[in-house]
């Protein structure tokens, strides 16, 4: 039998004894509830970075997996019905109380992701007070590298023989496949629309988080959602655990050699 990587799955006896064997690394992750298109439910980053989670988890093979926090901070989707959005303040709170639980627990390194564009800047922004607030004997490390993450999806779809333009970030050709990948026979695929089309750079995501998406797209969608696949979805999530616990396990051999 596996052994349970999940906390929320787990008895605290466990969780006891996972830390004595030296479990003591646990991944938090983060998405969010907000509007994807037409085509998608307002769960995708929720339910993304939840396998993301179990995934990175079980590359290190030393964490465990925090419940993901469902809610982010998306307030340039709040256009759209639906989407529930934190201010940065709040979901800030929130990690803190994750990581002060955690850490009083005997975790040491606390892992943070998150499956949502709009976390990425307040996770690298709050890194070093969440870092301060667990003490000496605890570490908090983050991975927000959006750019990294988006240049992994344009070549998996590239491979895959689908134009790599209709990666735009938001329910495109790449997300979209990762929800049908993890949820299949959920996308509305009757309802797939092309969004806007054009480079994922830094003056594009000035624009939408500073403008909001309707600046961008009328139909809440960055890319085209055509040519979607499970496939494509299933080679986009393990390609991007293995980004984020290369990553972790970069900054932990580090903060282990210093």
């Not at 907000?34 to 995708?44: A, N, R, S, T």
Request: charged content about 25%; aromatic content about 6%; glycine content about 10%.
């Amino acid at each position: 039998m596996t052994a349970p990587v999940l906390l929320e799955a787990m008895t605290y006896e466990e969780i006891r004894t996972a830390l004595a064997e030296g479990r003591r690394d646990v991944v938090v992750p983060c998405g969010a509830v907000e509007q994807h298109g037409p085509h998608l439910p307002l769960d995708v980053d929720a339910v993304h970075a939840e396998r993301l989670g179990r995934e990175v988890a079980e590359r290190l093979g030393t964490a465990l997996v925090a419940p993901t926090i469902r809610v982010g901070v998306s307030p340039h989707h709040m256009a759209f019905p639906g989407t529930i959005s934190l201010r940065p303040e709040t979901f800030e709170a929130v990690y803190s109380d994750y990581c002060r639980s955690l850490a009083a627990h005997g975790f040491r390194t606390i892992l943070c992701f998150s499956g949502h564009g709009g976390n990425f800047a307040p996770l690298a922004d709050m890194e070093q007070r969440l870092d301060d607030l667990v003490g000496p004997d605890c570490r908090v490390i983050v991975f927000a590298d959006l750019q990294g993450l988006v240049a992994v999806w344009k070549k998996a779809v590239e491979e895959a023989g689908v134009d790599p333009d209709h990666v735009g970030g938001h329910a495109d050709v790449a997300e979209s496949s990762v929800y049908s990948f993890l949820r299949p026979g959920e996308v509305r695929t009757d309802r797939v629309v092309r969004g806007h089309v054009g480079p994922v750079d830094d003056e594009m995501l000035r624009r939408l988080f500073d403008d909001g998406m309707t600046a961008l797209s009328a139909n809440g969608v960055l890319g085209d959602a055509h040519g979607l696949s499970s496939g494509i979805g299933e080679v986009c999530v393990q390609r991007v655990a293995d980004m984020i616990a290369g990553h972790f396990a970069h900054r932990m051999g580090d903060v282990a050699a210093s």
